[in-house]
């Protein structure tokens, strides 16, 4: 497909000619969502341009969202998510929510332990003089897909051991007597990092939900802080509204 777009290319400068064939090499499925695109020197030799057009090529359509690049790995055709109806009026947990839907849940650990807690959890938490806090931060991932990253925060008397938190924290809290009954959350749009965007295989700068969560005990404490970014291109989060009497 590269030699035959080098022939029929519609003049201009090379490196937006091949970025065009290969825009279109994905946008007719020839190569699907997730693939490997062949190497730099390989479509380099077939479209007979040189690796310095190509990667100028690629560089682009990872700006655009087309492709990803992975670390060590090469370079894939972005992988397609289905979008994800996420109700605003329930409280529920990541695991719960992906096993309604029939997907398992699975998580990819990017940090978990206890250290001393900043101002601002201290604050939230409602800790105490020299109390500690356990965090947890995980990629969020359904049938293989990463949707989120979260980063929790909770006292240390409420989560001693984060080492011992499963596939999910709401079951630990639950076994323990801390599932949280009310939450407050807040939604705002930012474009993704680049550490972030590697990790959620989509493209730096692509668009995502910020969403910060905190939980409640029955007893009124706040339990739990959490920082999450979700892809903006996997979620519709959902609210019913009601006229007000
Ligand atoms: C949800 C919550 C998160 C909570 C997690 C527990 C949002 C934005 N976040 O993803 O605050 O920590 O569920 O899930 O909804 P788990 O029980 O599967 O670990």
Do not use: C
């Not at 990541?94 to 250290?115: H, K, P, Y």
Request: aromatic share 4%; proline share 4%.
């Amino acid at each position: 497909i590269f030699r035959q777009a080098a022939g029929a290319r519609g003049g201009g400068p090379l490196y937006l000619q091949l970025r065009r064939s290969i825009e279109e090499a994905v946008r007719s499925g020839l190569v699907g969502p997730g693939e490997a695109l062949p190497s730099e020197r390989d479509i380099a030799a077939t479209a007979e341009v040189s690796r310095v057009t190509v990667r100028k090529a690629v560089q682009h359509l990872v700006a655009d969202g087309i492709l990803v690049q992975r670390r060590g790995s090469g370079t894939f055709v972005a992988s397609q998510v289905p979008r994800v109806e996420q109700s605003l009026s329930s409280l529920t947990s990541f695991t719960e929510d992906m096993a309604r839907r029939g997907l398992a849940a699975a998580s990819q650990w990017l940090e978990r332990g206890v250290f001393d807690p900043t101002n601002e959890e201290t604050v939230i938490l409602g800790l105490g003089a020299g109390e500690k806090v356990a965090r947890i931060a995980r990629l969020r991932i359904a049938d293989g897909n990463p949707l989120a990253i979260e980063r929790a925060s909770l006292a240390a008397t409420v989560l001693p051991d984060p080492g011992t938190v499963g596939t999910s924290l709401y079951a630990k809290l639950d076994e323990t007597g801390h599932r949280p009954v009310r939450a407050i959350q807040r939604i705002a749009a930012v474009s993704l990092g680049r550490e972030d965007a590697q990790l959620l295989d989509v493209a730096p700068g692509a668009a995502s939900l910020r969403i910060e969560r905190t939980t409640y005990l029955p007893s009124g404490r706040i339990v739990e802080l959490t920082r999450s970014i979700y892809r903006g291109d996997a979620y519709d989060f959902v609210a019913e509204l009601r006229l007000q009497a």
